[in-house]
């Protein structure tokens, strides 16, 4: 299979100064400092470029707990070892990255949405993340959930973007190099 | 003794997009990244403006391998319960941070660099940083030390600067709200 099949891979996630995109038990409550009226930071922008996203375990259960599904009918594949049944026809996957991000590829997608920290990693240690953006919430909590765990390698970046926003969130994009 | 007379305290730091401070050894460098001749980052004018600083054990044992002991004859004090002969008139502490912020404070310090993740996040917890500035260096490490660690509380901030540089370094500064 040529390497151009493969789906362009992107992160749209938010942490806070201190590295970290949830609190130990996977909870986001500490997001609502930065929630405007009218004002999403640009999510709705980039969720419109993906065709499908892929998820861990972690935030999958945290999605779940929301009021409603956030993702409507777009592609999810969730990673994990033990699937529940689906409710949202959602797939799950237990496997190589790679080879899910090549199947991505060769079903159509074009742009894959990569969600949670320990997916994140796989991608990155894999080196499947073309894009990443990161907003940074004013907040330092101090322990918690980190982006990454367990590359085993750098990931050198370029700044495509940069912008700081009245709420005090300041959203970095970055092209992987 | 007044609240009033405790010293403004600072944190100046650098991190991986992913939050961290120096890898798990403390090495420091992916910060070649962004070497460039000529650019400080504002860390000299940032460094003039302090009367003090406190660092870790783990940033001291960093700053020694240094070619050049590069504080000077600013006055510096290092945490440690293990302390070893001074080399450069720096001076060991081991207690309570809030006892010695009051106590650089008292003997005529104004301004404190706070330098090291575990001292940091203690001068977090206890509610004695009054501005961080947070170099995001564009790379993703993966692992290594942390910024902070268990401060036991959020610490909300307001951000008063951010500044794109043309090596993709982004410099953000914030005052504790």
Same mark, same amino acid.
């Given at each position: 299979?040529?390497?151009?099949? +493969?789906?362009?891979?992107?992160? $749209?996630?938010?942490?806070?100064?201190?590295? !970290?995109?949830?609190?130990?038990?996977?909870?986001?409550?500490?997001?609502? %400092?930065?929630? +405007?009226?009218?004002?999403? /930071?640009? $999510?709705?922008?980039? !969720?419109?470029? =993906?065709?499908?996203?892929?998820?861990? +375990?972690?935030? @999958?259960?945290?999605? %779940?707990? !929301?009021?409603?599904?956030? @993702?409507?009918?777009?592609?999810?594949?969730? %990673?994990?070892?033990?699937?529940?049944?689906?409710?949202?026809?959602?797939?799950? /996957?237990?496997?190589?990255?790679?080879?899910?991000?090549?199947?991505?590829? #060769?079903?159509?997608?074009?742009?894959? @949405?990569?969600?949670?920290?320990?997916?994140?990693?796989? $991608?990155? #240690?894999?080196?499947?993340?073309?894009? =990443?953006?990161?907003?940074?919430?004013?907040?330092?909590?101090?322990?918690?959930?980190?982006?990454?765990?367990?590359?085993?390698?750098?990931?050198?970046?370029?700044?495509?973007?940069?912008?700081?926003?009245?709420?005090?969130?300041?959203?970095?994009? /970055?092209? =992987?190099?």
């Amino acid at each position: 299979m040529s390497p151009m099949s +493969r789906a362009k891979s992107s992160v $749209f996630i938010a942490e806070s100064l201190d590295g !970290f995109i949830a609190r130990a038990d996977g909870a986001i409550d500490w997001l609502a %400092l930065v929630e +405007r009226e009218g004002e999403d /930071y640009g $999510f709705a922008a980039f !969720f419109e470029t =993906v065709d499908a996203m892929v998820m861990g +375990r972690t935030t @999958y259960n945290t999605v %779940l707990g !929301f009021d409603a599904w956030p @993702y409507g009918a777009k592609r999810c594949v969730v %990673l994990t070892h033990d699937p529940p049944s689906a409710r949202h026809g959602e797939e799950f /996957y237990a496997g190589d990255v790679t080879a899910l991000a090549e199947r991505l590829g #060769a079903e159509g997608a074009r742009h894959v @949405y990569v969600d949670g920290g320990e997916v994140i990693s796989q $991608f990155f #240690a894999a080196g499947l993340i073309d894009e =990443v953006t990161v907003s940074i919430i004013p907040v330092v909590l101090g322990d918690g959930l980190r982006l990454t765990r367990r590359i085993g390698r750098d990931v050198r970046l370029e700044l495509v973007q940069h912008r700081a926003f009245d709420s005090g969130l300041v959203r970095l994009t /970055y092209r =992987v190099a």
